[in-house]
């Protein structure tokens, strides 16, 4: 088997906030993504998911462990490992253009040259005629899709996702996922997408790997052996979301009487 | 797809509906706007100016204390001697024009501009390196936070002393008006910028110096701009006390001689310059404001 696109080694991480209590928000973590593979993080809030991807992104630091994409030991932010969040972030003060072009400005590429990736760029998702836009012209889909093309304009190996349709409506959403899909088989990208919706890890997911509450460890790790486009009528989709529904129901009975202890 | 009125049944939805008609407007909304706030504005100073002819007319108000604005606009050449360039109190200028007029009105507005601008780089300036330099922020925001309520007015006598008569203590003034307002905001709002802003800067690679000029700059700049646009009439108003005092030129000069020669014609005249080319001046803000930052909509801090 080639080398992982992303080797995460029993990874910690502790918050020490100021004036707080300290939060071990993830312990003894430990799972490979393959080049090409489409994994969901899947688990109870609070348990340490978007943590998880700040650390890959090279964001944040481990507290313990190792992070290593393509072999080398992430120490710094880099934008072979996107990371796209729940709102779109995207720069009011720039064109749409302008917004996927940020990281190719950043890097001195020529104003022509820009336009031009950032042109291909938008075509791929969907956006072609919306270069010279605000990004507030646009609908919260669109907009998603514009932080999707800034991370793309870069070729990422990595692309993370922290609950990215989350404020989305769920028509919008629906086609979201068939819009990242393909996005996915485009860009030969590895993705990493947390969501809170099991319906969305089973129409996505080549492997699922579900957290358990605070603190944040491997609970499981389910592949999703679907043929895609995948049936949301298929009997073994029913089976999936029986499975992820009971397994969530365990952790966060015990993120709850945690609660109540505390 | 549905109707916005009546009913869709199936199979006829969005079924040869006519286009309807556009009328092109004789003139643009966005002109008709203008053209409606200009004449509003023209009544509201019609009737306020309006008012105060007939509190003259009936003789109710003293024309010599409250000359109603026919009589201080009217004798215009008379009242345009006093703003001689060497204008000191009781001194007449020889030749008459507007020149000097406008001089005055010119250096004024210069004061204010010059003081403005200082106030609002260096204000950024020292604001963003209080909040990036711990050592900067340690030693200089206690000071800066005694300092910054002190009202502009008090620290005229020091102008005075520190730069003597002229052009500088207005400026400082006027700097001083905006300076510390910018500084603390500037912090505050650097603050407030989204954290994940910070974060794509930093996944594309933005070094330090790009991601202050290419994300928290222009993130910040629209507040910050608001906070000057409060100060502007600030500015105002200080700028004609350090011209009353430390100067020798100016609007505020004029005013001054006005009220110790109690020359009421020349005290509103000036009045009505000064309230135009305040205005003149949030108008030319806004302007400024509209064009650099266009990516505010009009309606969300950019107007009013
Ligand atoms: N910057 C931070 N400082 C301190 N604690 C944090 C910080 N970010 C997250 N945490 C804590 O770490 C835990 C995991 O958070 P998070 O990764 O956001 O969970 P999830 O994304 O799975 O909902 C939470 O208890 C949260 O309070
Ligand atoms: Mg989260």
């Known amino acids: ?262 | 797809m549905t109707a916005d009125a009546g009913q869709t049944r199936l199979g006829e939805a969005g079924a040869g509906r006519p286009a309807p008609k556009i009328k092109t407007p004789l003139l643009s909304p966005a002109l008709r706007r203008r053209l409606s706030a200009i004449g509003w504005g023209l009544v509201s100073v019609g009737l306020f100016a309006g008012l105060w002819e007939a509190l003259w007319f009936f003789g109710m108000v003293n024309p010599l204390l409250l000359p109603p604005p026919h009589l201080f606009l009217s004798d215009i050449p008379g009242t345009l001697k006093f703003f001689d360039r060497s204008n000191r109190i009781g001194s007449v200028a020889s030749g008459v024009g507007v020149w000097p007029l406008l001089f005055t009105m010119g250096s004024t507005t210069l004061r204010v501009l010059v003081g403005l601008s200082l106030g609002f780089a260096c204000g950024v300036a020292v604001g963003a390196a209080i909040h990036y330099v711990k050592i900067l922020r340690n030693l200089l925001l206690p000071t800066i936070l005694l300092l910054a309520p002190i009202s502009p007015v008090a620290w005229l006598p020091v102008a005075i002393f520190v730069f003597g008569i002229g052009d500088v203590p207005a400026i400082f003034l006027v700097f001083i008006t905006v300076f510390f307002a910018i500084v603390l905001s500037t912090g505050a709002q650097i603050e407030s910028v989204p954290k994940n802003y910070i974060h794509v800067a930093r996944i594309m690679g933005a070094s330090q110096r790009q991601t202050f000029w290419k994300v928290i700059l222009p993130a910040i700049l629209p507040s910050l701009f608001m906070t000057l646009r409060l100060n502007l009439f600030a500015a105002w108003m200080v700028v004609l006390i350090a011209e009353t005092v430390g100067v020798g030129t100016g609007l505020g000069q004029i005013t001054s001689m006005a009220r110790s020669t109690f020359n009421a014609k020349l005290v509103f005249f000036t009045m009505a310059i000064i309230g135009l080319l305040g205005f003149l001046s949030d108008f030319a803000l806004r302007q400024v404001q509209h064009k650099m930052l266009w990516w505010i909509a009009p309606n969300q801090g950019a107007a009013r």
């Open chain 1, 1 to 262: 088997m080639s080398r992982p696109a992303v080797s995460i080694q029993s990874v910690s991480k502790r918050w020490t906030p100021e004036g707080r209590a300290p939060v071990q928000a993830l312990e003894d973590l430990s799972f490979d993504v393959a080049p090409g593979e489409f994994i969901v993080l899947l688990g109870p809030s609070g348990c340490g998911k978007s943590t998880l991807l700040y650390m890959i992104a090279g964001l944040e630091d481990v507290s313990g462990g190792t992070i290593a994409c393509d072999g080398e030991p992430v120490t710094e932010p880099s934008a072979e490992r996107g990371l796209i969040f729940q709102e779109a972030s995207l720069f009011p003060w720039l064109t749409i253009a302008d917004n996927v072009a940020f990281g190719l400005a950043v890097q001195h590429v020529q104003p022509v040259k820009r336009r031009e990736i950032a042109l291909e760029t938008l075509r791929r998702v969907g956006l072609g005629d919306m270069l010279d836009k605000k990004p507030d012209e646009l609908s919260g889909g669109m907009r998603q899709r514009a932080a999707c093309a800034r991370a793309l304009a870069m070729r990422p190996k990595v692309l993370m996702m922290d609950e990215p349709f989350a404020a989305l409506d769920v028509q919008t959403r629906a086609r979201m996922q068939d819009f990242l899909l393909q996005i996915w088989r485009d860009s030969g990208a590895s993705i990493l997408l947390v969501t809170h919706s099991i319906d969305e890890a089973i129409s996505l997911a080549d492997r699922v790997v579900v957290f358990t509450s605070r603190p944040g460890k491997v609970k499981t790790i389910v592949p999703i052996d679907l043929p895609r486009p995948r049936e949301s009528r298929d009997p073994r989709y029913h089976a999936y979301r029986d499975l992820f529904t009971e397994l969530l129901a365990d952790e966060v009975d015990r993120a709850f009487a945690e609660q109540e202890t505390v």
